[in-house]
């Protein structure tokens, strides 16, 4: 993704099904200028339901860091554990 600059931006990936026996380790790192507004969402079922696979995956772990100008204000890592559910 380019940098943000002095405008707003809405970055919306499309959805990730972890399937059986997916393993993701994925980073997304997002440059925003000063000036700059950033809004992100990203939709992670918890497995494919139709197939029947719901919570059968192994390890999907996703990391989101936001830095305006170089300085870190975002970090978020996302784990999914399909061992504990609520």
């Given at each position: 993704m380019r940098p943000v600059t002095n405008r707003r931006?809405?970055?919306?990936?499309?959805?990730?099904?972890?399937?059986?026996?997916?393993?993701?380790?994925?980073?997304?790192?997002?440059?925003?200028?000063?000036?700059?507004?950033?809004a992100i969402g990203e939709i992670v079922p918890s497995g494919r339901f139709a197939a029947g696979e719901p919570n059968l995956f192994t390890r999907p772990h996703h990391d989101v860091a936001a830095r305006p100008e170089g300085r870190l204000v975002l970090l978020e890592h996302a784990r999914l554990d399909p061992t504990h559910q609520l």
């Open positions: 931006q809405v970055y919306l990936p499309g959805e990730l099904i972890p399937f059986r026996p997916a393993i993701l380790d994925q980073e997304t790192c997002l440059q925003v200028a000063a000036a700059g507004m950033l």
